[in-house]
């Protein structure tokens, strides 16, 4: 009896193959982007139960020239990370059906767009109201 080797298909850049499944992973690799803020303003958190000092070191270091250019950067792929997911969202979504009729995927995406950019214009306006 012979030993034959299974057939085993490579998995190398098999997402590179499809448009789709390249904008796909590149939303999913801006999500650790989303991480790596949250991590940032996890720090912040710590830094403000450490006291007055450690909070204010913390926004010393916020204010220096690379700590903007990388939020610039973080904003920049938040924002794209952000339109991709309400692109998506339609497609997510079970049918939404108001007064009998079917909500269009450009009104969900536009309706989501719309609220990411009022929520965060309120935000603005409230963080430079207290600062």
């Known amino acids: 009896m012979s030993k034959r080797r299974p057939y ?54 916020l204010r220096s020239p690379v700590s903007v250019a990388f939020h610039v950067v973080f904003l920049a792929v938040i924002a794209y990370h952000t339109y991709t997911w309400f692109v998506i969202m339609p497609i997510t979504l079970p049918p939404i059906i108001i007064g009998g009729k079917t909500v269009g995927p450009g009104v969900i995406t536009g309706g989501g767009l719309l609220a990411a950019v009022v929520v965060s214009l309120v935000m603005l306006a409230l963080v430079w109201r207290i600062v």
């Not at 939303?27 to 710590?46: K, Q, R, S």
Request: hydrophobic letters at 55%; charged letters at 15%; aromatic letters at 18%.
């Open 8 to 61: 085993v298909r490579s998995m190398d850049g098999w997402w590179r193959k499809n448009p789709f499944y390249v904008e796909y992973m590149i939303h999913e690799c801006t999500a650790l982007f989303v991480a790596a803020y949250a991590f940032v303003l996890l720090v912040g958190l710590v830094r403000l139960g450490q006291g007055e000092a450690a909070w204010n070191g913390w926004l010393d270091a």
